[in-house]
Every structure is written in structure tokens, then in C-alpha cells.
């Protein structure tokens, strides 16, 4: 083994790199519970009531758009709270809301509770944003485009192996038992972020937190921003 590797491998690891091992899992797994349910959403719903073809078309289309709508209505506030509470303090409340509302919608007995909990789900959002953001904020700006990426790596696969890994598991365990499943490691996600993600923050005043139109002013290149926006939307 190279000594400067070894010396990598032997060294004590740093806060930041730390965050990143557990944070890089949380995001994995955040984007999992997002996706999961795409294979088998149509027969979940399917096996909550005597549904037409249309009417079946319908709760679904409602059952999949309910979290990414609550999602973009409440980011910003969220996002605010994050400067004045702290990002780790958001990563607690999303992934323990997620894990109640997911293994919760292992028990509904009708698609408005299904679709309630769908839009719960969207109020616990943030756990990957929060993510990205601690890790930007910690770690040594010269480390931070290899660590971001990494850390990305990490949702992407999520959201990606989400629909393989919730058809699987609904195939060999059942539809509810996948909610139950997911939940319990959105829990150990929880606890992990809990006792092993460390944060140095400075709270922000609520008087000092500017809007987000002054911030866009303020900018050297906004036109960048917005394109950016416009084309992750």
C-alpha cells in the first residue's frame, strides 16, 4: 500500500468527513422513500377500494404529485427556519417525519388517508437539502466540489434504485410491509443523524434574514440562478 494512502486510511477521519459517511446514507436512503412506491402506488391504491379505470388514473396521479406539491410550497420556509435552528435540527425532523408517515402509510384503510399521509410526507421533506447544505458549510472549500458530488451521489442513487428496490420488496413481502420496511430505516437514519452528525452553527437573527428578492439583487450573476432553477424544474 502507498504510504500516502496508508496514511489516509490510518489517519483519525475529521467532523466533516464523518457527516459525509453518515449524511451520504441518509440521502440514500431519503431518496429511496421518495421513489419506492412508484411501482406499486396504481395497486396499492387498487386494493383500498372498488375503483374505475378513471377514478383509479386519478388518485394516483393525486397519490404521486401531493408530496412534491406540499414539497415546493413549504421548502422556503423551511429553508429560513434552517438559518435560525440549524441544518441538523431540520435533518432530524425530516427523516423522523418521514419514518412515522411512511410505516404510517402501511395502515390506511382508504385512499384519503393515503393521500393525507402522501401529503403529510411533503411537509417532512428537506432531509437531502439540509444535507447538501451542512456538508457545503463544513467542509474545507478546497474539498467541498468532490464532497458535494459525492454526497449527490448518494439522493441520485436513492431515486434511482427506489422503484427496483420497493417492487422487489413489494413483490416478496407485500405492499404494507414495504411501508413498514422503510419507515424502520428512515428511523435508524434518525438516530444516526442524531448521535453521529456534528454542526458548528451560528444562528441568524430572524430580524437579519434578508428576502430572498434582496438576495437575488445582490447576486454577481443571477441570470445563473434562475436558469438553474428553470432547468431543475
Known amino acids: 500500500m502507498p504510504q500516502r494512502l496508508k496514511e489516509a486510511v490510518m489517519r483519525p477521519r475529521q467532523t466533516w468527513e464523518k457527516n459525509l459517511i453518515v449524511l451520504w446514507f441518509g440521502t440514500f436512503m431519503a431518496g429511496i422513500g421518495f421513489s419506492l412506491v412508484m411501482p406499486f402506488m396504481s395497486l396499492y391504491i387498487d386494493t383500498l377500494g372498488d375503483f374505475s379505470a378513471h377514478a383509479l388514473n386519478l388518485w394516483s396521479g393525486l397519490a404521486f404529485s401531493a408530496t412534491f406539491l406540499v414539497t415546493t410550497i413549504i421548502s422556503p420556509w423551511w429553508g429560513r427556519l434552517a438559518d435560525q435552528k440549524g441544518r441538523k435540527l431540520m435533518l432530524l425532523r425530516a427523516s423522523l417525519g418521514m419514518a412515522v408517515v411512511l410505516a404510517a402509510m402501511g395502515l390506511v384503510t382508504n385512499v384519503y388517508q393515503l393521500v393525507g399521509l402522501r401529503l403529510l410526507q411533503g411537509v417532512f421533506s428537506g432531509y437531502i437539502s439540509n444535507a447538501t447544505a451542512l456538508v457545503a ?14 454526497l449527490a451521489t448518494g439522493s441520485v442513487t436513492g431515486q434511482l434504485l427506489g422503484p427496483l428496490v420497493g417492487g422487489i420488496t413489494a413483490s416478496a413481502f407485500g405492499y404494507r410491509l414495504t411501508f413498514f420496511i422503510t419507515g424502520s430505516i428512515l428511523l435508524l437514519v434518525f438516530f444516526l443523524s442524531l448521535f453521529f ?9 430572524k430580524t437579519d434574514l434578508q428576502p430572498a428578492t434582496q438576495i437575488l439583487k445582490e447576486l454577481k450573476y443571477p441570470h445563473v440562478v434562475i436558469g438553474m432553477f428553470i432547468t431543475t424544474m
Open 197 to 205: 452528525v456534528h454542526e458548528e452553527f451560528t444562528p441568524i437573527e
Open 137 to 150: 458549510t463544513g467542509t474545507p472549500k478546497k474539498r467541498s466540489g468532490q464532497v458535494l458530488g459525492t
